[in-house]
């Protein structure tokens, strides 16, 4: 567990896109930040008040989250000398970077003075076991997609917001950095050991309350050759009641493999379903989440309906319509 | 690559069962073995000359290999004391034990003496790429399991005999280590990176003669929640041209997993297939390996002869009938 509240460190950001985990943080958990950290020269602005450490501090804070992403690999010696003065202030400090905070001496040494952590949320921290298989109790709805990157952290959060307005208990399940910094706590699942990926999201989504719904965030896809094992662990040691279709309808190619056409709705459909009952004899595939941002409005609507008579199920664009209809089809089943 | 040839190490083996790496190495590699070093007590014999190190040393030998499981997950202090000689007689040595050679600060210092290398077969020495999908050239087969421990290695073993004896270019290519005590080679799978594991067996399986033939030993089960996701890798990062199902008749539920029930043969050809079709188009599954271990003879050829029958595909035990047939159905395809 990363210590809330945060304060996010935009550093010397070129654009607003480089502060992606920072605006996720702000757009999903704005509780979880009391302000916001500019360089000279940052470029970006999340809408969080600009704070200085000691400031920060006084605010409450107490994890400096990196919340953007570094150039060329290394910890700059400009970032170096905000992130020593945070570990001296009594920060904490959160990184979802390639490189690790861990692998930095001068970090190291100042993180001595007042004991504070460095969260490395790339790699595990925790000694999975091995999946059991066994039923738990609670509730579990799963993101699946036909390719990576196709919405399904973005789906699974809308879903989780959604369920809360509707007063159903829930809690999103982070696999993957973003995810992790912005709730402050999951399982970096691309870097768990091949043995130990499904035993990892049951130790994410333990037993709850019969009425509890975990929102598991999707990777990868059973039909991206380069990370489809990490998807079927989600699939298996999830063993979710529910799974949400996810979909970006303008690619004509799988990310990455320039040889691979994305698989139809109705192949994603029957391939996940009936990997997902090997655990979950009961589950049921039950809306499907669309990322239309490279459509014009009309023409997303008009696919939106067509997939969704084609399909029989309710199918939206969270982030143009949020996703209250997907958490009505849950509260079905 | 471990250095060959070996002398087996068969320690104080309490029975025959301990020592399977070094029975496997006997049984099909024994061109890989100069001698066997039983200690006092030694229960086992896998019908090598007994040799002492430096006997072994003098006839060529290069790397003692530990053939036999531990009690109790430690290096007993009699193990450590033949260890030590060996390395300071100028072997390398290699193990698949759970407990690592190289975590042993006595062994790490001996091995300065001659610049012996340890050899952690349970653990990848190499960074793997992630994988990239691009077709290779070549032919490779990979044995499917309705569950784990059904027979997959020794099936692929099998199954290279039998191609070698047609005069037909093969290469197995282990993905467990006991596969890579035997050959000198391989990937450990299990203990790779979940990012990695489809790049592992890409690098694994390389462009190769378009007549040759990898035989890719298989792990875990599309249907064993614990492991299915490494072997969706392995199909992914295989490619495969063609599928061997490997099956245990008389299981009543998955290895380790009580609850759950092994799927028919049916279910796992057709699973199987469409997954595999995913990166190859033109898969094909080709043939059915019974491990009829716990069936009378006459049990075992009606079983084989009904799912023959029901399935349309040759269906053998490797170990009462060798392979040919299934090599045959391999090159018609």
């Known amino acids: 567990m990363i210590e809330t509240p945060y304060l996010l460190f935009l550093g010397d950001a070129p654009d607003q896109l480089a502060a992606k985990v920072a605006q996720g943080i702000r757009d999903w958990r ?23 450490l000691a400031e920060a501090r006084v605010a409450g804070a107490k994890t400096l989250v990196i919340g953007v992403a570094n150039r060329g690999g290394t910890i700059s010696a400009d970032w170096k000398e905000v992130l020593v003065e945070a570990l001296q202030l009594g920060f904490d400090l959160a990184s979802g970077l390639h490189n690790l905070l861990r692998d930095e001496p001068d970090l190291i040494a100042a993180s001595h003075v007042n004991g504070g952590t460095l969260h490395d949320v790339r790699v595990p921290n925790v000694a999975y076991p091995i999946a059991t298989g066994r039923r738990r109790r609670g509730k579990r709805v799963l993101a699946v997609g036909a390719d990576c990157s196709v919405g399904k952290m973005y789906a699974a959060l ?40 499904a035993g990892a999201v049951e130790h994410l989504t333990p037993d709850n309350d019969p009425d509890h719904w975990d929102i598991i965030e999707g ?74 941002q490279h459509m014009s409005e009309s023409d997303a609507m008009a696919y939106l309906e067509e997939v969704e008579e084609r399909l029989g199920l309710p199918a939206v664009d969270p982030f143009r319509q949020g996703a209250a209809r997907l958490a009505e089809a849950l509260e079905r089943i």
Do not use: K, W
């Open 30 to 52: 704005p509780e979880n930040a009391v302000g916001q950290f500019r360089m000279e020269g940052c470029e970006a602005d999340v809408g969080l008040r600009n704070m200085s």
């Open 158 to 197: 809308a879903l989780d917001d959604a369920l809360r307005e509707r007063g159903v208990a829930s809690t999103f399940r982070a696999t993957g950095q973003t995810g992790i910094l912005i709730t402050g706590s999951g399982v970096p699942l691309h870097a768990v050991i091949a043995d130990f990926m």
């Open 219 to 292: 990777q990868g896809s059973l039909f991206h050759v380069s990370y489809s094992g990490v998807t079927l662990a989600l699939i298996h040691g999830g063993q979710p009641d529910a799974l949400i279709l996810c979909h970006e309808p303008t690619r004509s190619h799988m990310r990455g493999l320039p040889d691979y056409r994305p698989p139809t709705m109705e192949l994603l459909r029957d391939m996940a379903l009936t990997l997902a009952r090997v655990a979950n004899p009961d589950c049921e595939v039950v809306g499907i989440s669309v990322n239309t």
